[in-house]
Nanobody, 118 residues
Framework: QVQVVESGGGLAQAGDSVRLSCAVS????????IQWFRQAPGKEREFVAT????????TYADSVKGRFTVSRDNVKNTVYLQVNSLKPEDTAVYYC???????????WGQGTQVTVSS
């Protein structure tokens, strides 16, 4: 059974940094991507970043390049999203998704709320 569990959200002030975690377990193979999305109030869910479950390739949305860094710890089976220089517009629920690169099957986490005050 695949499980995807996010953590690390909370309240922050503009300019702060936060590191979100995505613990992944039960993947049927290593050929997965672990993706971060976010959904701000009243807006659609948007792609943020992705990293290969077995590999170093990363991709970022243009809107977050330079402030967001995605990384992976295979020992802990965890993917991280480091967000620096937080802005109020980063306020959103951040979701993690494991998606099979061949199967396309996707597994979502429940999300973690990040709220940034000015």
């Amino acid at each position: 059974q695949v499980q995807v569990v996010e953590s690390g959200g909370g309240l922050a002030q503009a300019g702060d940094s936060v590191r979100l975690s995505c613990a992944v377990s039960g993947l049927p193979s290593s050929n997965f991507e672990i993706q971060w999305f976010r959904q701000a109030p009243g807006k659609e869910r948007e792609f943020v970043a992705t990293v290969l479950w077995s590999g170093d390739s990363t991709t970022y949305a243009d809107s977050v390049k330079g402030r967001f860094t995605v990384s992976r710890d295979n020992v802990k089976n965890t993917v991280y999203l480091q967000v620096n220089s937080l802005k109020p517009e980063d306020t959103a629920v951040y979701y993690c998704r494991a998606v099979g690169r061949i199967s396309g099957r996707a597994y979502w986490g429940q999300g973690t709320q990040v709220t940034v005050s000015s």
